[in-house]
Nanobody, 121 residues
Framework: QVQVVESGGGLVQPGGSLRLSCAASGDISSIYTMGWFRQAPGKLRELVATVSSAGGTNAAESAKGRFTISRDNAKNTVYLQMNSLNVEDTAVYYC???????????????WGQGTQVTVSS
């Protein structure tokens, strides 16, 4: 059984920072791309940033210069450091990981349950 679990959300004032973490666990053979998405009320889920197994990153324009994605392959964990947060960043943040479970011969994206980030004064 493969699980992806986020942590680190919360309430922060505008201009503040938060660090999200996401750990994959279970019977895993390989983890490929890991990433963060978010969904604000009444809006579609959107990409925030991704990081490949080799460390290559991709980020949405809204995240560039403020958010940094990184990963620790030894811990099967991806992080999202968010700085200079504003009210428009308020959303549920979801982690997704492209995983091949051991012995399965397949790979697919596994999603976390989401963590709420609220930016408010």
């Amino acid at each position: 059984q493969v699980q992806v679990v986020e942590s680190g959300g919360g309430l922060v004032q505008p201009g503040g920072s938060l660090r999200l973490s996401c750990a994959a666990s279970g019977d895993i053979s390989s983890i490929y791309t890991m990433g963060w998405f978010r969904q604000a009320p009444g809006k579609l889920r959107e990409l925030v940033a991704t990081v490949s197994s080799a460390g290559g990153t991709n980020a949405a324009e809204s995240a560039k210069g403020r958010f940094t994605i990184s990963r620790d392959n030894a811990k099967n964990t991806v992080y999202l450091q968010m700085n200079s947060l504003n009210v428009e960043d308020t959303a549920v943040y979801y982690c997704a990981a492209d995983i091949s479970p051991s012995g399965s011969g397949i790979r697919r994206y596994y999603w976390g349950q989401g963590t709420q980030v609220t930016v408010s004064s």
